[in-house]
């Protein structure tokens, strides 16, 4: 963890935040574990994309442009597996985008249960895939509206681009693959 300096006020902070990061990867890289053992190669395909993903924006500094897997590995796991993968997929990638990003805040209270609803929500409604994922993307984006209108207004000029790009970017994504590798998995009989 790293030993705390009493005459550096910031030792301590620098320590929690160390080892909260360490455990939100450790949970992270094992509930991904978890689903790769039970055979889940298409969703660990997606996974190491929304990965790399989060890697590349946090290098980039680009985090005001909506651009994640995160939401379509999650409702493919959701459509696929079930309510309860959708759902584990979200909370695992989420964390692990919350810990890449080193954002600590209020967003994740919020931002980690909204991707989970739709990860489970995939798995409890039987739409179309690109209405189910553009569905899903519409209501992440407009509860993190909500909630940060209500408890973070004054970052609301910041999230409101990455949620109409955000929207865009799952729109053109569910659209373009989301059938293909729900054929590839052999679910629904898409071809």
């Known amino acids: 963890m790293g030993i705390i300096n009493p005459l550096r006020p910031n030792s301590f902070m620098a320590t929690y935040r160390s080892g909260t990061t360490r455990l939100i990867w450790l ?7 978890g689903l790769y053992a039970l055979n889940f190669f298409p969703i660990f395909l997606l996974v190491a994309v929304s990965l790399a993903t989060s890697f590349a924006i946090n290098r980039m500094h680009v985090r ?3 651009v994640e897997f ?5 409702v493919v796991a959701g459509i ?11 909370l695992a990638l989420m964390s692990f985008h ?7 805040g209020p967003y994740i209270i919020w931002v980690i249960p909204e991707y989970a609803l739709a990860g ?3 798995g409890m409604v039987h739409w179309d895939p690109v ?14 509206l909500f909630f940060t209108f209500m408890f973070n207004r004054g ?7 990455y949620a109409i790009t955000n929207v865009i970017f799952n729109f053109l994504v569910f659209r373009a693959a989301a059938p293909a590798i729900l054929a590839w998995m052999g679910i629904y009989g898409f071809a």
């Open 70 to 74: 995160v939401l379509i590995s999650s």
């Open 27 to 33: 949970f992270a890289v094992m509930v991904l574990a």
């Open 64 to 66: 005001s442009v909506g």
């Open 155 to 161: 970052f609301l000029g910041h999230y409101l681009p």
């Open 80 to 90: 696929a597996y079930g309510p309860w993968a959708g759902a584990l997929t979200a």
């Open 98 to 104: 919350v810990a890449v990003a080193n954002y600590i």
């Open 131 to 144: 209405t189910l994922g553009v569905s899903m993307a519409l209501m992440v984006n407009a509860m993190g």
């Open 120 to 122: 489970f929500l995939a």
